[in-house]
């Protein structure tokens, strides 16, 4: 099933891929950093603590589409659907908006210049909003496929 986006929130949508234009940009002078200065950066950045939500409707908007496009594994089985429960839905656009929302924090703030960790730890997901196996399928859908 593909939800089609309003006017507004494909307009919120255009402004964030033109961001990411802009954006690549500032990537590509990171590039010429020394791999010692890389190294410093990554040590010092932030942990994020996947908390964040979506609370705008655009925002809300952004992140059902973003589950639609790169829905999580839906199993070994050919044909499995990824969704066979609403709470599991539910569940991975929470995990999408929490992990967005580090994003979007990590490239305004100077202080984490550009970057965030996040910890693959399980033990460190236990009694968190997002767990570690929603986190685990958040990563899994932003990897690009396997040539």
């Given at each position: 099933m593909t939800t089609s986006l309003s006017k507004t929130d494909a307009h919120v949508v255009e402004q964030g891929v033109e961001q990411a234009?802009?954006?690549?940009?500032?990537?590509?002078d990171k590039a010429s950093l020394s791999a010692s200065e890389l190294a410093d950066e990554l040590r010092y950045a932030p942990l994020a603590n996947l908390r964040g939500r979506s609370e705008s409707d655009a925002a809300k908007a952004l992140v059902?589409?973003?589950?639609?496009?790169?829905?999580?594994g839906a199993g070994?089985?050919?044909g499995a659907k990824p969704y066979r429960q609403v709470k599991t839905k539910a569940a991975f656009e929470l995990a999408i908006a929490a992990f967005?929302?580090?994003?979007?924090?990590?490239h305004g703030d100077e202080r984490r210049g550009g970057w965030i960790r996040c910890s693959l730890n399980k033990?460190?997901?236990?009694?968190?909003?997002?767990?570690?196996r929603q986190f685990a399928n958040v990563r899994e859908a932003c990897e690009p496929p396997p040539n």
């Amino acid at each position: 099933m593909t939800t089609s986006l309003s006017k507004t929130d494909a307009h919120v949508v255009e402004q964030g891929v033109e961001q990411a234009e802009r954006d690549t940009t500032e990537y590509q002078d990171k590039a010429s950093l020394s791999a010692s200065e890389l190294a410093d950066e990554l040590r010092y950045a932030p942990l994020a603590n996947l908390r964040g939500r979506s609370e705008s409707d655009a925002a809300k908007a952004l992140v059902r589409q973003l589950a639609e496009d790169y829905p999580r594994g839906a199993g070994k089985e050919e044909g499995a659907k990824p969704y066979r429960q609403v709470k599991t839905k539910a569940a991975f656009e929470l995990a999408i908006a929490a992990f967005l929302a580090e994003l979007l924090a990590a490239h305004g703030d100077e202080r984490r210049g550009g970057w965030i960790r996040c910890s693959l730890n399980k033990d460190d997901r236990k009694g968190q909003a997002v767990t570690s196996r929603q986190f685990a399928n958040v990563r899994e859908a932003c990897e690009p496929p396997p040539n």
